[in-house]
């Protein structure tokens, strides 16, 4: 079988499951549809800029729900009108994949007579859509985004995304000023340095003091005055933060260095003062950036809600907004539409798509009276529902509460750098106030010999020179330059850190707390033992389970896709018996295969009881093939659990599975504790009690169940393949999903917190060996400079061995 | 005469790179910069009919709001005939 490029998504195929036309190749009608729009309207530069890169099949989508975009209430909640009287609309675009498709997405809308201006961010997917109400409705904008493959959600644009918006804005113009003051900084710098070895003329000199000064007031009086803001408030609270040590250390030098400029012999230090606010200035940038696209993931999650939804009162259908849904309404939904809130099931049956709560993959059957959460899928029926709960407290919205109140919660870990510089300040303040006092009030006069400055300047600048050599450059490069080689060699793993400071606490953990199905366990079952009656019916066997996609069936046909050589044959009234297994007729023959269930509703004996999951095959009521299945347990398991142990620390499982099960699981990994039958909220509460017996915790889950718990651990790590909620709160995402990242995770934590002491170590040295000297009077500019890189630079390279094996 | 032609030079290009910075930051202004992977990957997307696109689409916008603008007018005018 050769497999075929689709000539619109680039996806392969196997050649004969596609469309041929001409010499072109498509892979379902969707992808054909679209390649034949874009070449009618001119729009196949698209392929052009596609270049190598594939993109999703276009989306399939009914459009029967155009209307409601055109209703007064939609208008209300969503479109605004800006000054000039045009129609303004925030959507999300799903299904863009690729500068291409945004261009082509922007393309097809600016073609269209009627719309003003359409912009869509790339990293986002959020597009702002300017119109002329009078030309075109939006459903119209809707329609057109979807024919060529893509669909369009609306959502609020909140005011805390507008202003994460703005604060990155603010905070990159601030960024770059300081990137760009400094780099030129740094070039007189080079001048100046050399002019210490070959000589300089004292105006010379006074020229590039000059230049370092216009280069170096923006760079403290703009860009720095985060810093003073933040020390601000923190005296306020009576803090001495890292912004109170980067703004007195940069002030002062600043201070120092223009008494120096004007007039008083010595060295200006301008470049430390651009240098200090740009290092410190790039990581608040980087933790500005992690929040706004925090806030995008959760606009993403809230936009796939409906916005409307269809309840009976009094016998007619009407349509409301989701606020307006109160307890104890019938709601009616389609297959394929999103259950709006939470309620219970008054129709037969239906199944529904927990995907985006428990991320686990397969639809789930409900019967009558059985619970519906909102954000679920109806797959398949129309169904009618009672609601239990109002929009505001369904599980869908309390879990988006959950996380904005997450993100918007104060950092968990007081890191070790705060901690040191808090009381690094006081001392270094001190020692420079007590400079000052013993020289100017006891006469001391050592060391220096600046002409023409009297009593008190000379014991000024001497104070300050304290200040100045104390710079806290190197403190404050030791942890994020540790960090951030630390976070891009756990990227190379597979790991996703959403923060450095989560490496000093991987590296502090004392329990480690499981959650079992898809943590532990791949989640997928395997079979066990087979036992096979009469091969020559493998064939038939094997459609059957090929029509079906549940867990079961799909592990069946893996297995004898793997053990036998098997091939389709043709089956007629293929059934779905709900919960039990499939029904179908081959030839003039009944075969049918499932749980026991399934075989005593066909009244078939059987001699064997069901320990585990099971599925038998039988046709024309004869068992032909038997086969055991179970949970299995996830490679590198065992390994990462020894490897925890010999580092002293606590393992525990919680699961929701039975006794049996669980304690089986934790006997084969050797883990220490085990809690099975755990609710969510038992979950949660279990790690805070870790937490009240002082103890550093650290969760690994996945599911929506864990979501809580995760929340409230000190560190949570979440499956790549997680449910989105789970990826949303958690720490540290495991990209691969496979344990042995998350060992990796452990080994590079600790050691990047090693160096992330050293580097703390060596900044404190170099204080203890230089404030001395300068207290004394005895700082010869040329030591100080160089010291004061070559603290930085030690730093640097030291955080560079993380690299080394 | 040396440190005259040194003075001069320095600051010309302070002042080169100040309306560097000056033009960065009016770029960054407008949300130039607000979407680092489309600014990125859009600088491949530089083709004549790509560009001729970029005016094109100011064009647009122009003539639109001052035939909403006009339109605006002539309603104002026909108020006060009226």
């Known amino acids: 079988m050769s497999k075929v490029k689709c000539d619109h998504c680039h996806l392969s195929f196997s050649d004969e499951i596609m469309?041929?036309?001409?010499?072109?190749?498509?892979?379902?009608?969707?992808?054909?549809?679209?390649?034949?729009?874009?070449?009618?309207?001119?729009?196949?530069?698209?392929?052009?800029?596609?270049?190598?890169?594939?993109?999703?099949?276009?989306?399939?989508?009914?459009?029967?729900?155009?209307?409601?975009?055109?209703?007064?209430?939609?208008?209300?909640?969503?479109?605004?009108?800006?000054?000039?009287?045009?129609?303004?609309?925030?959507?999300?675009?799903?299904g863009i994949h690729c500068a291409a498709c945004v261009w082509l997405n922007e393309k097809i809308l600016f073609d269209t007579p009627g719309i003003i201006e359409a912009n869509i961010n790339f990293t986002t997917n959020k597009a702002k859509i300017t119109w002329d109400s009078d030309k075109l409705k939006l459903s119209e904008i809707i329609l057109r985004i979807r024919s060529i493959g893509y669909n369009a959600y609306t959502y609020e644009s909140s005011i805390a995304d507008k202003k994460a918006q703005e604060a990155k804005r603010d905070y990159f113009i601030r960024m770059m000023v300081a990137v760009i003051a400094s780099m030129n900084v740094m070039m007189l710098?080079?001048?100046?340095?050399?002019?210490?070895?070959?000589?300089?003329?004292?105006?010379?000199?006074?020229?590039?003091?000059?230049?370092?000064?216009?280069?170096?007031?923006?760079?403290?009086?703009?860009?720095?005055?985060?810093?003073?803001?933040?020390?601000?408030?923190?005296?306020?609270?009576?803090?001495?933060?890292?912004?109170?040590?980067?703004?007195?250390?940069?002030?002062?030098?600043?201070?120092?260095?223009?008494?120096?400029?004007?007039?008083?012999?010595?060295?200006?230090?301008?470049?430390?003062?651009?240098?200090?606010?740009?290092?410190?200035?790039?990581?608040k940038y980087l933790e500005v950036i992690g929040k706004k696209s925090a806030i995008d993931t959760l606009d993403k999650i809230k936009s796939t809600l409906p916005l409307e939804a269809t309840i009976i009162r009094d016998g007619i259908e009407k349509n409301v907004s989701l606020n307006e849904i109160k307890i104890g309404d019938i709601v009616k939904i389609k297959a394929g539409d999103k259950v709006p809130v939470d309620g219970k099931l008054l129709s037969s049956s239906a199944n529904f798509d927990e995907s985006s709560l428990t991320g686990e993959s397969l639809p789930v059957f409900k019967k009558t009276n059985d619970m519906l959460y909102s954000g679920t899928i109806c797959t398949d029926s129309v169904v009618e529902f009672e609601v239990t709960k109002d929009f505001k407290n369904s599980t869908f919205s309390s879990?988006?509460?959950?996380?904005?109140?997450?993100?918007?919660?104060?950092?968990?870990?007081?890191?070790?750098?705060n901690e040191i510089s808090k009381s690094f300040t006081v001392i270094i303040l001190t020692l420079s106030i007590l400079t000052f006092a013993v020289w100017y009030f006891f006469g001391i006069d050592l060391g220096f010999d600046y002409e023409g400055t009297n009593h008190f300047e000379k014991s000024f600048i001497v104070a300050i020179s304290v200040i100045v050599i104390a710079c806290p450059c190197a403190l404050a490069l030791a942890t994020p330059i540790a960090s951030l080689i630390g976070i891009s060699e756990l990227a190379k793993k597979g790991l996703l850190f959403k923060e450095a400071k989560y490496i000093e606490t991987i590296a502090q953990t004392n329990v480690v707390v499981f959650d079992k199905t898809g943590t532990l366990t791949n989640g997928n079952l395997d079979v066990i033992t087979s036992k096979i009656y009469d091969e020559?019916?493998?064939?038939?066997?094997?459609?059957?389970?090929?029509?079906?996609?549940?867990?079961?069936?799909?592990?069946?046909?893996?297995?004898?896709?793997?053990?036998?050589?098997?091939?389709?044959?043709?089956?007629?009234?293929?059934?779905?018996?709900?919960?039990?297994?499939?029904?179908?007729?081959?030839?003039?023959?009944?075969?049918?295969?499932?749980?026991?269930?399934?075989?005593?509703?066909?009244?078939?004996?059987?001699?064997?009881?069901?320990?585990?999951?099971?599925?038998?095959?039988?046709?024309?009521?004869?068992?032909?093939?038997?086969f055991e299945l179970e949970d299995e347990i996830k490679e590198h398991a065992k390994d990462l659990i020894n490897f925890l142990k010999a580092k002293n620390i606590q393992t525990i499982m919680l699961t929701g599975d039975n006794e049996t099960v669980a304690k089986k699981v934790a006997f084969e990994l050797g883990i220490d504790d085990v809690y099975f039958k755990q609710t969510p909220q038992s979950k949660a509460k279990f790690i805070d009690d870790l937490k009240e017996e002082n103890k550093t915790v650290v969760m690994v889950g996945d599911g929506l169940n864990d979501v809580v718990a995760l929340s409230n651990?000190?560190?949570?790590?979440?499956?790549?393949?997680?449910?989105?909620?789970?990826?949303?709160?958690?720490?540290?995402?495991?990209?691969?999903?496979?344990?042995?990242?998350?060992?990796?995770?452990?080994?590079?934590?600790?050691?990047?917190?090693?160096?992330?002491?050293?580097?703390?170590?060596?900044?404190?040295?170099?204080?203890?060996?230089?404030?001395?000297?300068?207290?004394?009077?005895?700082?010869?500019?040329?030591?100080a400079a160089l010291s004061m890189s070559l603290s930085s630079l030690i730093v640097v390279f030291n955080s560079l061995r993380i690299k080394l094996k | 005469m040396i440190n005259d032609t040194l003075f001069m030079m320095l600051i010309i290009g302070l002042i080169i790179s100040g309306i560097l910075l000056a033009l960065f930051i009016w770029g960054a202004k407008t949300g130039q910069f607000d979407d680092s992977n489309k600014m990125v990957d859009g600088l491949l997307f530089d083709s004549v009919d790509d560009l001729n696109d970029a005016i094109n689409k100011e064009k647009k916008v122009k003539e639109a709001k001052e035939a909403k603008e006009k339109e605006k007018s002539l309603k104002e005018n026909e108020q006060k005939k009226s």
């Open chain 1, 713 to 783: 651990a000190d560190v949570s790590i979440a499956m790549g393949n997680s449910a989105e909620v789970s990826l949303q709160v958690s720490d540290i995402v495991l990209l691969n999903s496979s344990l042995k990242s998350l060992q990796n995770a452990f080994e590079i934590s600790t050691k990047t917190y090693k160096f992330i002491k050293q580097n703390l170590g060596i900044s404190l040295l170099y204080n203890v060996v230089t404030i001395p000297f300068a207290m004394f009077g005895y700082v010869i500019p040329l030591v």
């Open chain 1, 189 to 283: 710098g080079v001048a100046k340095y050399t002019g210490f070895f070959t000589g300089m003329s004292d105006e010379v000199k006074w020229m590039v003091h000059l230049g370092e000064f216009l280069l170096a007031t923006p760079v403290l009086f703009y860009s720095g005055w985060i810093f003073f803001k933040g020390a601000y408030y923190g005296l306020k609270n009576r803090i001495l933060n890292m912004d109170f040590l980067v703004a007195t250390g940069a002030s002062f030098t600043y201070i120092y260095s223009l008494f120096i400029l004007f007039g008083a012999k010595g060295e200006s230090y301008f470049d430390s003062v651009a240098m200090i606010i740009t290092f410190v200035l790039v990581g």
């Open chain 1, 536 to 626: 020559s019916k493998i064939d038939i066997l094997y459609s059957l389970v090929n029509a079906s996609s549940h867990p079961v069936s799909k592990s069946v046909k893996k297995y004898l896709e793997k053990n036998y050589e098997v091939s389709k044959v043709q089956l007629n009234e293929i059934k779905n018996i709900e919960a039990m297994g499939m029904e179908a007729k081959y030839e003039d023959k009944k075969v049918f295969g499932g749980n026991l269930d399934l075989l005593e509703k066909f009244n078939i004996k059987y001699d064997f009881e069901e320990k585990m999951t099971s599925y038998t095959f039988c046709v024309d009521d004869k068992i032909i093939a038997t």
């Open chain 1, 19 to 94: 469309i041929k036309e001409n010499n072109l190749n498509f892979c379902c009608k969707g992808c054909q549809g679209v390649y034949h729009l874009l070449k009618d309207d001119g729009l196949d530069s698209f392929y052009d800029k596609l270049g190598n890169k594939t993109i999703a099949p276009p989306l399939q989508i009914q459009n029967d729900d155009l209307e409601k975009f055109d209703t007064e209430n939609f208008a209300k909640n969503y479109i605004k009108t800006d000054e000039n009287g045009f129609n303004q609309v925030d959507l999300i675009i799903e």
């Open chain 1, 399 to 417: 879990i988006v509460t959950l996380l904005e109140e997450s993100l918007n919660s104060k950092p968990k870990i007081q890191t070790k750098a």
